[in-house]
């Protein structure tokens, strides 16, 4: 009989134990890009996912100087949007865009040669993604050259696209119709003193 109890005691024991530490696996408190717990990290993820292969599947439909900050951006759009966009001038729902940022070389004459990718970000447009009334249905993601989520946090790109809310929050949105159109690769200056995302 004390055995039994003993064991019974035992059993007890080590389930509290694991109850606990169960719980303490549950309980993250945010942190920066993810969700930590001591030395445990939890990947963030983002509905706005890193198209796989873009370079290959989506139009390399601009480049983007900006002499100021020494940044080109080189822009890509998926091709189902494209014959929309090219007949309607209007971006519709599922369109992807994606934009590279580079460090560029500046020549004497002021042009810019691309040298390190730095950044890629992503923006989606859906029916129904209302998140912000300034959103224009657009998600934004921010991801590294190997295809990494770095951040999702919509504040700073939707307080940037609201000034080009009337190009459906695109700035390249001249650009892109023209692409679409023509289907050749459009070269543009950035219309602002430096590079909108760095």
């Given at each position: 009989m004390k055995q039994h109890k003993w064991f019974v005691l035992l059993t007890l024991f080590i389930s509290a134990i694991a109850?606990?530490?169960l719980i303490s696996l549950f309980s993250y408190r945010l942190s920066g890009n993810g969700y930590t717990q001591g030395n445990f990290a939890v990947a963030i993820t983002s509905p706005v996912q890193f198209p796989v292969n873009y370079q290959q599947k989506f139009m390399h439909y601009a480049t983007v100087d900006c002499p100021n900050s020494r940044i080109v951006r080189q822009m890509y759009v998926n091709h189902d949007s494209l014959?929309?966009?090219?007949t309607s001038e209007v971006v519709p729902s599922n369109t992807v865009i994606v934009m590279e940022t580079y460090s560029a070389n500046q020549s004497d004459q002021g042009n810019l040669t691309p040298t390190q990718l730095n950044n890629i970000f992503i923006r989606e447009k859906r029916n129904g993604w209302n998140i912000d009334p300034h959103s224009g249905e657009w998600q934004s993601a921010w991801y590294s050259p190997s295809g990494s989520l770095v951040s999702d946090n919509q504040g700073s790109c939707i307080g940037c696209h609201t000034r080009v809310r009337e190009r459906d929050y695109v700035f390249t949105l001249p650009?892109?119709?023209?692409a679409a159109k023509t289907r050749q690769l459009q070269y543009q200056q950035t219309e602002f003193g430096s590079s909108v995302c760095q």
């Open positions: 109850l606990v530490h014959d929309v966009v090219a650009a892109l119709i023209a």
